[in-house]
């Protein structure tokens, strides 16, 4: 056998074959792993990769990043009719042209908002100038025929002659309950000019003051512009709920009845189907037994009357509030207005101002809740020895108060003039229609700034957390409010209030919806200590040998490189 | 008697759609009713229901009725009972806890009971005998049984102090009507064996649960019932005992338990018992039964006395997996002193890892059954004035008075789903990485590593011991 030498034996073979072989087989193991290393980076790696991946849908990131310095121009379109005697002649045969003011808004952060006032001057047609030869202003604005263009936030501005009898001789302008106002005109010359800063004044007073910019913007104006204010009004919502409550707290003595049903037919319906649109409104009523104030009144003796002070009054709320309890069922705001009959041994009952002075409302509210009302039951009732005594609310001064605190919670505050402005009266539905537009202002500003702030910390967030996965339903909710607050803005710049107003809620709705994902949740809690402990026992072994081999093959060849120099 | 306490809030919500108008000149009022009734138990045990009801008389439904498919019928089968439960219910009454029978309810002595029931019921009732219009009448019961025994020493007296730690002052000043019943029927039968005090203005007889019962009758709008003392502390004082050998055992009663061994299948069976000496009466079965218990229907098995009992009516709506429980309606005819026994096999299904509960070995809850029967009245009842009849016995209104209406809830269940380790994954991944790695890493080395042979280079010594041997075993020296 072992002449026969076959291969195996090593002993057989000279050392020059042995040598070679052996160096083959060193570089086909070197191959080897090479292909190993190779396999494992190509295949394995994005394998692994693609597998273990969170799914995110793109999002669009750049044009969210642009929103926050983005341009809001605010285009007020303001036509303004000449009435034949009210120019100069020369001034008239201008007519008619478009003048533009811009005016900045300083804000404290990147964006930038531009109120911008579009005055398209005319003469007037002969329908107009019949209607200024009535006697008084109201029959006058009542007989003008119907603007073309009366369209949510738009304005018409009438100028009348000089020495017109229309207005009182102290009054400059008169702004109506529509979108109407009159200006007396000026025969001195450059009169256009004069004119257009006293048409500008008009216009704005009418339109974007500084209070609905404030109302609207909060915190992103400076300091100095804030009025104090600035918390009252509800913040803005797709629907408010409102819930009417009788508080009896004292049924022995008293039977209360209230007419709330058509009392809300009466006033609340009308005023409200003036702002229907600003949102949805649901109403409801309710009379709760033995629900006591929290504060206990004090007595004074000099009127025999029980007063709340005003520092008393932020303690009256809360246990009141855990008898309401229609928080819970709604998903909109809840505005309360409490109509108080204090019990027999607390009447009457006043409520008493920081100065210690009567509240002739006998009311308070409270920001963003609601309000309150205080009830007197009539002393002379309780001459009688049937008790319960029957009383029936008088509903026309509730409605009185709660109507007009219905206006400062929803931020239509009563408008302040400058003295030489008349004022018309309000309609019988309690709102001008240029208050309700500048509300419809102050919210579509309002939303637009909330959707911004919603969608960039949004994506910050996003982008900060890669475990959140993002849902092709989410993305499609960014993509539907990015491409409404465009459009938002593209329809404030155009004028267009109402579908400006439009976009910026559905942009509210769906960047809400968004951000509020249940789906952005699911994944968030898996740390990377978790993952990799569950990596490391499959990645371990199978990493260690691919760079060893690798480290050792690098070693190899700077040696085998070394050896050949040295040759050399 | 340690009883469990279910809470059974069995909320029938029917959809208010709407508001019509108004046209009555006179402003309606809400009317309140409120009554306690107080049974005292041979055991020692008290009984106190308390029934609240506001109807009133608004136009809350649209014409045409109700909208059956609108109509739900949802159950929770365990709920941990605490006052949370307690403070809202409180707050739909008129007179809140303020004033009235409501001044009873502290809840730290209402959640110390051996059983509690808290029902909310909102539904229409007919304001005339021929239903023209529709009043609305918001229910609200309440039932606890305090076991005076033990916590009284031994003693089986009580008093409303005793038992509330509080006592009535007046009533509330909205109720039209304000009563306290004492069952006292124990008196009647024999000879007095309880004594009530303060006595009793009036009486009241009835036939409850199809016996016939005697009230003591506490109105607490009569100043008369106040005039002794400012309030009003019930007292009542066992004068002999009783032996327990003839407490009533009521005409039907249900037992439901599940069996079966192993995690695959099992069996659930509801047993009814008619004790009604003479009579057969059909009782309505509902059963829901969630979808990860897969029933087998054509196992159901319905047998009283030994011989099957075939139901007159079935329904049943099967399961959809994580959409639907199955719903199974049966109208079955309970004969005379019988025990019915429905059964039917079920097989457990396997949940989705993250649809498991954070304590899955506690096991699943499912809902009870429910059983709704006619139970003839073992004595003969006149009818009675719907409106003018204590609360107590108007709940479920019948026409024939020889019978009432009984709707029972038997116990939920608690069932085990096979339950995976839930660290398993993490056990899998580990053992087959590990695996992976071993045979990877022989692979490994098998593929890159150069082998070769290496001439043994031999010491001297060794050379020495091998030629020693080899000489031994006559082999050539190497």
New interface residues.
């Given amino acids: 056998m072992r002449k026969s030498g076959l291969p195996w034996k ?2 057989s073979l000279q050392p020059a074959p ?1 040598l070679a ?2 160096k083959t ?2 570089i ?3 191959h ?2 090479l292909c ?1 290393a190779t396999m494992a980076v190509m295949l394995g790696l994005p394998l692994w990769w693609k597998t273990t991946e969170t799914y995110r849908a793109a999002l669009p990131y750049s044009q969210i990043g642009h929103l926050d310095s983005m341009l809001l121009r605010l285009r007020v379109p303001v036509s303004v009719v000449f009435i034949q005697g009210s120019l100069p002649i020369v001034d008239q045969q201008k007519l008619p042209f478009t003048v533009v003011n811009e005016r900045d808004v300083p804000l404290k952060c990147k964006m930038k908002l531009k109120c911008r006032f579009q005055l398209a001057y005319r003469m007037a047609g002969s329908h107009e100038e019949k209607a200024f030869k009535k006697d008084t202003i109201e029959e006058a604005e009542a007989a003008l025929p119907l603007p073309k263009e009366d369209t949510l936030g738009s304005l018409n501005i009438f100028v009348i002659p000089e020495k017109s009898s229309l207005l009182p001789k102290d009054k400059m302008s008169y702004i109506g309950p529509k979108r109407t106002a009159f200006v007396r005109g000026t025969q001195v010359r450059q009169a256009l000019t004069v004119m257009g800063q006293r048409i500008l004044q008009v216009a704005q007073s009418m339109s974007l003051t500084d209070e609905v910019l404030a109302a609207a913007l909060g915190d992103r104006l400076p300091e100095d512009k804030v009025s104090l204010d600035k918390r009252r009004p509800l913040k803005s919502s797709l629907g408010y709920e409102i819930t009417f409550s009788l508080l009896n707290p004292d ?2 003595s008293h039977e209360v ?1 209230w ?1 709330i ?1 058509g009392a809300v037919e009466n006033y609340v319906q009308p005023f409200l189907s003036l702002l229907s649109v600003v949102g949805n409104f649901s109403m409801d009523s309710q009379i709760l ?3 006591m104030l929290g504060v206990t009144p004090r007595f004074d003796a000099a009127s025999s009357s029980y007063t709340l002070a005003a520092y008393s009054l932020p303690h009256v709320i809360n246990p009141v509030e855990a ?1 309401l ?1 229609s928080r819970a069922t709604s998903l909109y705001p809840v505005i309360n207005f409490l109509l108080y009959v204090p019990e027999r041994a607390h009447s009457p009952l006043y409520i008493q101002d920081k100065d210690g002075a009567r509240v002739a409302t006998n009311a308070f509210h409270s920001p963003r809740w609601g309000g309150i009302m205080v009830y007197n039951v009539d002393p002379s009732a309780y001459n009688t020895t049937k008790y ?1 005594v029957k009383v029936d609310v008088d509903m026309v001064p509730v409605m009185e108060v709660f109507l007009s605190q219905m206006r400062l919670l929803f931020g239509i505050p009563p408008p302040q003039m400058p003295e030489n402005f008349l004022l018309g009266d309000p309609p019988r539905e309690g709102l001008r229609s240029w208050e309700v537009d500048r509300l419809v202002w102050a919210r579509t500003v309002e939303n637009v700034a909330t959707v911004v702030t919603t969608l960039t910390s949004l994506a910050e967030l996003l982008d900060k957390i890669g475990n959140i996965v993002i849902k092709d339903n989410v993305a499609s909710e960014v993509y539907r409010a990015v491409d409404a607050i465009q459009e938002a803005v593209v329809e404030l710049s155009a004028g267009n209030l109402e579908l400006a107003f439009r976009y910026s809620r559905e942009a509210v709705t769906s960047s809400e919806k968004a951000f509020f994902d249940p789906s952005l949740l699911h994944l968030l809690y898996f740390p990377d200590d978790q993952k990799f ?2 990596y490391i ?2 990645f ?3 990493a260690v ?2 760079f060893l ?1 690798m480290i050792k093959i690098i070693v190899e060849n700077q040696k085998a490189r070394k050896d050949i120099e040295k040759v050399d | 008697v340690a009883m469990a306490a279910p809470l059974v809030l069995h909320l029938l919500l029917a959809l208010l759609l709407g508001s019509g108008g108004r046209s009555g000149a006179e402003p309606e009022r809400d009317s309140l009713r409120e009554e306690l009734v107080l049974t005292p138990l041979p055991s020692g045990d008290v009984s106190a229901t308390f029934q609240f009801r506001t109807r009133w008389d608004s136009e809350l439904q649209l014409e045409g009725g109700t909208n059956h498919h609108f109509l739900r019928y949802a159950v929770l089968p365990r709920e941990v009972v605490c006052t949370e439960n307690l403070t809202p219910w409180k707050k739909l009454l008129p007179c809140s806890s303020k004033a009235g029978l409501s001044v009873l309810l502290k809840a730290e002595r209402l959640f110390h009971t051996s059983y509690h029931s808290q029902a909310v019921h909102i539904r229409p009732v007919c304001r005339d005998a021929h239903c023209v219009s529709v009043s609305w009448e918001l229910r609200q019961t309440l039932t606890v049984v305090f076991d005076a025994f033990t916590t009284g020493q031994g003693k089986k007296d009580w008093s409303l102090f005793r038992m509330f730690s509080r006592t009535i002052t007046e009533a509330c000043p909205l109720a039209s009507q304000s009563h306290i019943y004492v069952d006292i029927s124990r008196n009647s039968q024999e000879n007095e064996t309880l004594e009530v005090s303060p006595p009793p203005t009036s009486t009241y007889q009835a036939v409850v649960l199809g016996d016939r019962r005697t009230y003591a009758v506490y109105d607490l709008l009569n100043p008369a019932t106040f005039s002794g003392s400012r309030s009003l502390n019930l007292q009542l004082r066992w004068k002999q005992f009783q032996d327990i050998g003839s407490q009533l055992v009521p005409f039907l009663h249900a037992q439901r338990y599940v069996s079966g061994y192993g995690l695959q299948k099992g069996e659930l069976s509801t047993v009814l018992h008619n004790t009604h000496p003479y009579r057969a009466f059909p009782v309505l079965l509902l059963e829901t039964v969630p979808w990860y218990l897969r029933l087998y229907v054509h196992t159901l098995a319905i047998t009283t006395k030994g011989k099957e009992n075939k139901p007159s009516y079935i329904h049943y709506q099967p399961a959809q997996d994580r959409l639907r429980p199955h719903l199974l309606e049966m109208l079955i005819q309970l004969p005379a002193n019988s025990v019915t026994k429905v059964s039917i096999q079920f097989e457990r299904a396997l949940l989705k890892w993250t649809e498991y509960t954070p304590d899955p070995n506690h096991g699943f809850y499912v809902s009870p059954s429910v059983l709704s029967a006619l139970v003839p009245n073992l004595v003969g009842a006149k009818p009675a004035n719907w409106e003018e009849s204590p609360l107590f016995s108007t709940m479920f209104p019948v026409s024939d008075s020889s019978s009432y209406f009984v709707r029972l809830y038997t116990e939920p269940l608690l069932v085990n789903l096979p339950t995976p380790d839930f660290s398993m994954p993490y056990n899998v991944i580990c053992l087959t990485c590990t695996v992976v790695a071993v045979c990877y890493g022989s692979f490994y080395n098998l593929l890159t590593r150069t082998f070769h042979l290496e001439e043994p280079k031999r010491s001297r010594l060794v050379r020495w011991l091998a030629n020693i041997i080899r000489r031994i075993r006559g082999v050539p020296p190497v």
Wanted: proline fraction near 18%.
């Fill in positions: 090593p002993g042995r072989r052996r087989e060193k086909r193991g070197k080897a792993a190993f049924p022995k009845h007419d049903e037994y033995y629900a008898r309890g319960p402990a569950i026992p499959l371990l072994p199978m040998p691919i081999s």
